[in-house]
């Protein structure tokens, strides 16, 4: 199992989800249930030895990986002794192919 580490980015992403999308208890509620999917499939993806998934194909992006959770995607990079969150989007704001 790999080692998961999360960059400043991705946790100060967290952060404003949580403080400008959640202004009732329903919010709280499908914040929580869907980071627990999200980390649950982090988990998984850090167990397999290779990822087969979606790789980013962008010039500068070698070794990144992405996957989408409705209407989020986490970018996230793979290596050997470590899996490193590096974005958590909504996918609205992606304007160009991965």
């Known amino acids: 199992m790999r080692k998961i580490t999360r960059t400043k980015s991705f946790v100060k992403q967290l ?13 709280l509620q499908h914040y929580i249930r869907k980071l627990r999917i999200i980390t649950a499939k982090i988990i998984v993806i850090s167990e397999q030895e290779t990822f087969p998934g979606k790789q980013v194909n962008y010039k500068n992006s070698k070794g990144i990986y992405y996957f989408s959770y409705q209407q989020h995607t986490v970018f996230f990079k793979l290596e050997p002794d470590k899996l490193t969150l590096l974005y958590f989007i909504t996918s609205k704001r992606i304007k160009q192919a991965l």
Do not use: A, G
């Not at 949580?18 to 329903?26: A, C």
């Open 15 to 27: 952060k404003n989800w949580q403080e400008y999308k959640i202004t009732s208890i329903e919010d």
